[in-house]
T-cell receptor, first 112, second 114 residues
Framework: RKEVEQDPGPFNVPEGATVAFNCTYS??????FFWYRQDCRKEPKLLMS???SGNEDGRFTAQLNRASQYISLLIRDSKLSDSATYLC?????????????FGSGTRLSIRP | NAGVTQTPKFRILKIGQSMTLQCTQD?????MYWYRQDPGMGLKLIYY???????DKGEVPNGYNVSRSTTEDFPLRLELAAPSQTSVYFC?????????????FGSGTQLSVL
């Protein structure tokens, strides 16, 4: 079983729709959580960190549920430019350094 | 401010050939990483470095070597290329431990081994 699991999608939604992704992680020692965005054939870029209290950045809202070990990303009023792959990223301490684990990503396609 | 710069962007190797993927960053970051990304998969850590002169293995180090002689540079060496090393390679850096720090990625190297 993968340590970080995501629905690969693709999610194909109309412009203006609200879309939500979930991500689950298996190691309860995980400490930090992030969503990265990756455009086709490009490098990943940090979208937002995820906190237990939930956090919002414009149209994007991220939530963390430690008890159930899942992370969510909600995109409201989706734009064509939101089309990308969204990577769930989890980190935890491992000996002297941290281990950062990337999910396989969820592909989102916004149609006009 | 260039950020993280990787070269080359594309490369085709024959089985058994060697090459070095270059990575340099101008942000004075201590931590640097090499990842590979296979189609439809997440990124897997090959090697990382917490500072000049210090390197350590990641999840998939076999077939690769690294060095970190300066803070800026973190080259990745493939000694005997194999088809299994066909992938997209990303170099990344962070100011401190990437568990709480944003990772800055280079634009990637598409490598094919035929």
């Amino acid at each position: 079983r993968k340590e970080v699991e995501q629905d690969p999608g693709p999610f194909n939604v109309p412009e203006g729709a609200t879309v939500a992704f979930n991500c689950t992680y298996s190691n309860s020692a995980s400490q930090s959580f992030f969503w990265y965005r990756q455009d086709c054939r490009k490098e990943p870029k940090l979208l937002m960190s995820v906190y237990s209290s939930g956090n919002e950045d414009g149209r994007f809202t991220a939530q963390l549920n430690r008890a159930s070990q899942y992370i969510s990303l909600l995109i409201r009023d989706s734009k064509l430019s939101d089309s990308a792959t969204y990577l769930c990223v989890v980190s935890r301490r491992q000996s002297s350094a941290s281990k950062i684990i990337f999910g396989s990503g969820t592909r989102l396609s916004i149609r006009p | 401010n260039a950020g993280v710069t990787q070269t080359p962007k594309f490369r085709i190797l024959k089985i058994g050939q060697s090459m070095t993927l270059q990575c340099t960053q101008d942000m004075n970051h201590n931590y640097m990483y090499w990842y590979r990304q296979d189609p439809g998969m997440g990124l897997k850590l090959i090697y990382y470095s917490v500072g000049a002169g210090i390197t350590d293995k990641g999840e998939v180090p076999n077939g690769y070597n690294v060095s970190r002689s300066t803070t800026e540079d973190f080259p990745l060496r493939l000694e005997l290329a194999a088809p299994s090393q066909t992938s997209v390679y990303f170099c990344a850096s962070s100011l401190s431990d990437g568990s709480n720090e944003k990772l800055f990625f280079g634009s990637g190297t598409q490598l094919s081994v035929l």
